[in-house]
């Protein structure tokens, strides 16, 4: 996920560990013991400078990772699972056909549709 300016130094503290650490399976129990505040600090904080909630944002850079290795390796579902923090490929496709409305099949299928340059 892009890179935000965020000026609350806990909620940055957050994200940069969101960022680093998403695709090994964090929860959000994780990031409050990371965190120097309770989880309804933190909670109410991050949402207020983000908009959305700590596991929206584990799920953001996870379903990126898996965009990420759809788009540029020819991995199977069960071997990116794990790479981005999901212990089985059903419920990684589960949460992208939540997230974007597409399978990672259809997400991979359309991208090798698009013409090359």
Known sequence: TQVIAVEDREVARACRFIREHACSAIKV????AFTSLSRRQL?????????????????????AKVKQLLRETNLTLEQIAPLAGYSHKESLSTVFKREFGITPGEFRKGIQSLPSD
Do not use: K, P, S, W
């Open 43 to 63: 909670e109410r904080r991050f949402h207020h400078v983000l908009g959305r909630t700590l596991h929206d944002e584990i799920t953001a850079v996870q379903t």
């Open 29 to 32: 129990n994780d990031v409050l």
